[in-house]
């Protein structure tokens, strides 16, 4: 009878632990009003926030196209979106996040942004390109 009450005990305990930090999670990043909280094309972005925001400092009258990507697992995969998306001129600025599986890339205003290039460009490095997301700044 003491187990079982000590495996309830110690189960509580996690139980409460886990859910203590998945609210602490949540609220760390409720910034409403925020760019990345913005619906685009019917979706929700779903980028790092404090990331997101550093990245468009300075970006005023730009667009930023927000690019999914799977298969970016490790530091080299990001590397190389990152050199490949760096020799295109018309991209004023870019950040991988590995972490996120998302690729920000700053444009020009009146700038045509192709998904189909991009996917290419990913696709030269072994990931794929799932959903693009384009906002203006």
């Known amino acids: 009878m003491k187990y079982l009450y000590l ?3 110690m189960m509580a305990a996690v139980y409460t632990s886990a859910h203590n930090h998945t ?3 949540m609220e760390s990043y409720n910034h409403e009003g925020h760019l990345h909280d913005t619906m685009v094309d019917g979706k929700l972005l779903e ?3 404090k990331r997101f925001d550093n990245f468009i400092v300075d970006l005023e009258g730009k ?3 927000v690019v999914s990507v ?3 697992v490790c530091d080299f ?3 190389g ?3 490949t998306f760096s020799k295109n001129q018309s991209i004023l600025k870019l950040d991988v996040d590995l972490s996120g599986g998302k ?3 700053a444009f020009d205003r009146d700038a045509i942004i192709d998904f189909e290039d991009i996917k290419k460009k990913i696709l030269s490095n072994g990931q794929n390109a799932t959903d693009l997301q384009i906002i203006k700044i």
Do not use: T, W, Y
């Open 63 to 65: 667009q930023v196209a």
């Open 77 to 79: 995969c990001a590397r």
């Open 81 to 83: 979106i990152e050199k």
């Open 47 to 49: 980028v790092n926030p």
């Open 70 to 72: 799977s298969g970016m």
């Open 7 to 9: 495996v309830f005990v």
């Open 23 to 25: 609210m602490h999670d």
């Open 103 to 105: 690729v920000l890339l």
